[in-house]
C-alpha cells in the first residue's frame, strides 16, 4: 500500500494538520461506571483460587455501598477530567447506584444521576446518561441480594425516573435506556419498558460477557444471550451491546446486520478475565463497535485501541489485524470505527468536537498524516494530547483540563472519605 492510499485513509478518518498539531475527531467512550474509578487497583488481591468476574462484582459491591451523591460527584468529575485530558469528549455512563445503600429512596429520587449530571457539566465533557433498570438476580428470576438492593426498580418506578431525567437533555446532554443484562430484567419488563420509550431513544445493555452467563442463558431460556435478544427485541442502530465477548458465527452475523454498536471495553475485559471479542470476523461481517473504559483501570482511549489489537494479535499470532481494504493503518482503522459508532451509540450528531495531538512531542516528531494515528496509539505512554474541544469550548489547554487542581483537591477528599469508610 501507497503512502498516498495511507494518507487518504488518515484523511477520512478526520485526521488533519493544525499549527503545530494533529487535529481529529474526540473519542467517545461508550461505557462508564463511573464510581469504579475509585476502586481501580484495589481488587487485585486473590480472595479466591479460581477468582473471576463474579468474586471481583462482590468486592465492587461492598464499595459501591460507600457512595453517596457528594461522594458520586466527585469521583465522576475526576474521572471526566481524566478522560478530556486522554482525548474522550463524550463518555456514556451506565448508571445504577439509584438509592440510597440500604435500598431506600433519596429524598430527591434523582439526587445520584443529578451528581452525574453536575460533574459532567462541570468537567465540560458531553454526557450520555443511561439510568439502568435492574430487577432479578439472575436469569431464574431470584430477588436483588441486599447489596443490590440500590440499584433496583419496578417498571413504573424506573419509567418515572427515565422521564425526570429525559427533560433535562439539552446540547451537552443525552438520556438513554440501559437495561443491565437479560439476567437482571425479565422478558415481560424489557418489552414493557422498550415500548414506552420515545422511538429516538439510545439503549445499551450488557451481554454475553461472561461464558457463565451464556450457559444460564441456554439453560433457561433455551439461547445463547445475543440469539435470544435479537430474535426478541427489534435490534437496530439505535441499540449497543456492551462486551457481547462470547459469540458464535449466527450472533456476530446478526448484530452487524442490526446495525447495532458493539462496545468493547479491552482492559476491562483482560482485568476480569473475561476473554477476547472476535474483532476480524466481525470487521468482516460489517460490524460497527466502539470502545469504553468500563471499569476505569485505565482512562486513555490509546491503551483501549492498543490493546483491543494486541488482545488479537496474541489470539491470532499475526500482526496487523484491526485493517480494511481501503485503510492498511490499524491506527487509522482503529479511529475510523471508534468515530463511525458515535452518533448511533451516544445520541449525539456531528458535533465538531476535537483534540489536537501536540506535534512537537518527541513521540510524534517526524510524523506524517499517514502515520500519525499509528504512532499514537502504537508508539509509547506518554500523553501527546494537547488541546480539547467541546461543544465550542476549550476544556483543556497544553495537555491540562481548566479544572484540573480544583477537581482533583476535592477528590482526594473523597476518597479519604470513601477508604475510611
Not at 105 to 120: C, E, K, N, Q, R
Not at 369 to 387: H, K, L, P, T
Amino acid at each position: 500500500m501507497s503512502e498516498h492510499t495511507n494518507a487518504d485513509a488518515a484523511n477520512k478518518a478526520g485526521i488533519t494538520r493544525v499549527a503545530d498539531g494533529w487535529r481529529t475527531p474526540g473519542v467517545a467512550n461508550l461505557h462508564s461506571h463511573a464510581f469504579q474509578r475509585a476502586m481501580a487497583g484495589l481488587a487485585e488481591r486473590q480472595t479466591h483460587p479460581e477468582d473471576s468476574f463474579w468474586t471481583w462484582r462482590e468486592t465492587m459491591y461492598r464499595f459501591a455501598a460507600r457512595f453517596d451523591p457528594d461522594t458520586l460527584h466527585a469521583v465522576a468529575a475526576q474521572l471526566y477530567v481524566e478522560m478530556l485530558e486522554a482525548g474522550y469528549t463524550t463518555v456514556c455512563e451506565f448508571h445504577y447506584l439509584h438509592h440510597a445503600p440500604d435500598g431506600g429512596p433519596y429524598a430527591v429520587p434523582t439526587a445520584m444521576s443529578d451528581a452525574l449530571i453536575a460533574a459532567a457539566r462541570e468537567s465540560g465533557i458531553r454526557l450520555t446518561l443511561l439510568p439502568v433498570l435492574y430487577m432479578s438476580g439472575g436469569f431464574d428470576g431470584r430477588a436483588l441480594s441486599d447489596r443490590q438492593q440500590r440499584f433496583g426498580h419496578n417498571v413504573e418506578g424506573y419509567l418515572r425516573l427515565f422521564e425526570t431525567l429525559h427533560a433535562h437533555q439539552d446540547a451537552t446532554l443525552r438520556v438513554g435506556c440501559a437495561l443491565h443484562s437479560l439476567r437482571a430484567v425479565p422478558r415481560a419488563a424489557m418489552q414493557a419498558v422498550l415500548e414506552a420509550l420515545p422511538r429516538d431513544c439510545r439503549i445499551h445493555i450488557h451481554i454475553a460477557e461472561q461464558v457463565g452467563e451464556v450457559q444460564d442463558c441456554i439453560a433457561i431460556r433455551n439461547a445463547r444471550p445475543v440469539e435470544w435478544l435479537l430474535a426478541n427485541a427489534q435490534v437496530d442502530p439505535r441499540w449497543t451491546l456492551v462486551h457481547a465477548t462470547h459469540l458464535d458465527a449466527a450472533e456476530i452475523a446478526g448484530i452487524a446486520s442490526s446495525g447495532a454498536t458493539v462496545a468493547i471495553c479491552p482492559t476491562t475485559e483482560a482485568n476480569l478475565g473475561d476473554g477476547l471479542f472476535p474483532l476480524r470476523a466481525f470487521l468482516d461481517a460489517g460490524g460497527a463497535w466502539g470502545i469504553g473504559s468500563d471499569s476505569h483501570i485505565s482512562v486513555s482511549p490509546v491503551e483501549e485501541l492498543r490493546w483491543l489489537e494486541y488482545g488479537q494479535r496474541l489470539a491470532t499470532r499475526h500482526r496487523n489485524v484491526a485493517v480494511a481494504a481501503d485503510s492498511p493503518s490499524v491506527g487509522v482503522t482503529l479511529l475510523s470505527g471508534v468515530a463511525g459508532s458515535s452518533a448511533n451509540a451516544t445520541g449525539f450528531g456531528d458535533t465538531g468536537d476535537h483534540i489536537v495531538l501536540d506535534a512537537t512531542a518527541p513521540l510524534l516528531a517526524g510524523a506524517a498524516q499517514a502515520d500519525v494515528a499509528d504512532r499514537w496509539i502504537f508508539s509509547g505512554n506518554r500523553s501527546v494530547v494537547r488541546e480539547v474541544s467541546v461543544a465550542g469550548q476549550t476544556v483543556v489547554s497544553a495537555g491540562r483540563h481548566r479544572d484540573h487542581e480544583r477537581i482533583a483537591e476535592r477528590y482526594r477528599s473523597a476518597m479519604s472519605k470513601l477508604l475510611s469508610a
